[in-house]
């Protein structure tokens, strides 16, 4: 069964640095988004991207994030210069290819260490 | 309270009991989603309701849907041990494709052998 892969499944950095997250979604979805769960807390949307545009983003997905589709298969989020409060797991998802269009499938995470 | 808020945020049953967990939520939708989540681990989709529809079946779940009162329950009947892990709602408020979802608090499910 297709599934939505993501990596690394963690990462450590320290702060100020630049992370990429790697995500390769479901191959026939037109939709794509990267949500993130602090830890204990639920989980948020950060943005989500169509037709190789940002189509809804939220206000945590200020000017230090960005998204990037690259080539025909991986969907990428960087983040500039990373803070402490950014450390969380970062999912990636996808929908509306085919079945239920408006499911979305999570990947496995990365979780984020911000030192 | 914001959207999707689920009750209880915590719920112990013994093997082979029905566990049923509650969302609440605030603003019109166009689906409602059940997904569980292991220990630090992905989210996994359970079952989608949308809007116009009552209750849905798959399994051993059964999702009901009341938009009258904004609210929404999932039961999980004769449950195992490996049911444990928890259960968030998350509601879909566009009416197209590419929405983002809306995350409630979550319920954390112990099925004790």
């Known amino acids: 069964e297709p599934e939505v892969t993501q990596t690394p499944s963690h990462q450590v950095t320290q702060m100020g640095q630049e992370v990429i997250l790697r995500c390769v979604p479901i191959?026939?979805?037109?939709?794509f988004y990267w949500y993130r769960q602090i830890l204990g807390q639920k989980v948020e949307f950060l943005v989500s991207?169509?037709?190789?545009?940002?189509?809804?983003k939220s206000e945590i997905f200020d000017d230090q994030f960005s998204v990037e589709r690259p080539d025909g298969s991986n969907f990428t989020l960087k983040i500039r210069s990373t803070k402490l409060e950014d450390s969380a797991m970062y999912f990636c998802a996808s929908s509306g290819g085919g079945g239920s269009w408006e499911t979305q499938y999570f990947g496995p995470g990365t979780r984020l260490l911000v030192l | 309270s914001q959207q999707g808020e689920e009750d209880p945020q915590a719920l112990s049953i013994q093997e082979g009991e029905n566990a049923t967990m509650n969302c609440s939520y605030k603003t019109s939708i166009n689906n409602l989603q059940w997904y569980r989540q292991n220990s630090g681990r992905g989210l996994v989709h359970l079952i989608l309701?949308?809007?116009?529809?009552r209750e849905k079946h798959s399994g051993r779940l059964r999702v009901t849907l009341d938009t009258s009162k904004k609210s929404s329950s999932l039961l999980i009947t004769a449950s195992r041990a490996a049911d444990t892990a928890s259960y968030f709602c998350a509601t879909g408020g566009g009416e197209t494709s590419g929405s983002r979802l809306t995350f409630g608090e979550g319920t954390q499910l112990t099925v004790n052998p």
């Open positions: 309701i949308r809007s116009n529809e």
């Open positions: 991207f169509y037709n190789n545009e940002i189509s809804e």
């Open positions: 191959s026939n979805h037109l939709y």
